[in-house]
């Protein structure tokens, strides 16, 4: 079975839809308890990992299920630079790209890892207390927690992240028999 897919934007409309939606999917294959909370546990924290790593966000979400195995699919359009793009592997449960399996697939990806740009941190430059005085501008840790990733692994059987483009493909799998 196929949900209904899901459109998410970068101001977070369509999240509550996601969310619904799994509910929906729940129901309709007579989960109960906490299976229910992990497959919503699974889509809300998908759904916060890529709009924290990419920062905008244009997005479909659906949900496959075929027995008591579940997929969850996210698709998003996103320009990312090489920093973006490895937070991004590094969710994965390989830590390798999906996309790169191929002979033609691995150079691709070499290529694009290539050519994505550099991150300038022209802000580490300046001390804090310089950065303070400044006007407008806010100051944040630059590091992300990775908390999504981490409740991700604990919770999903597989994560896969395939890049491709500008094209990032998401799926979190788990299998509710175990």
Do not use: C
């Amino acid at each position: 079975m196929k949900s209904d897919v899901i459109m998410i934007n970068n101001s977070g409309k369509g999240f509550e839809d996601a969310v619904a939606e799994t509910r929906k999917v729940a129901v309709y294959q007579g989960m109960i308890g906490k299976n229910v909370l992990h497959l919503e546990l699974m889509t809300e924290e998908m759904l916060s990992l890529v709009r924290s790593v990419t920062g905008e966000m244009q997005a479909s979400f659906w949900i496959e299920t075929e027995g008591p195995q579940y997929d969850l699919h996210l698709t998003t359009k996103t320009v990312l630079d090489k920093e973006k793009r490895a937070l991004l592997i590094s969710s994965a449960s390989s830590r390798k790209n999906e996309a790169a399996k191929t002979f033609l697939g691995y150079l691709r990806n070499a290529f694009e890892e290539a050519m994505a740009a550099d991150v300038n941190h022209w802000e580490n430059d300046l001390p804090i207390d310089v950065l303070r005085d400044l006007s407008n501008h806010l100051i944040e840790d630059p590091d992300w927690d990775g908390y999504e990733r981490s409740v991700l692994r604990k919770v999903a059987d597989d994560v896969k992240i395939a890049i491709r483009g500008g094209v990032v493909d998401m799926t979190v799998s788990k299998n509710f028999a175990k």
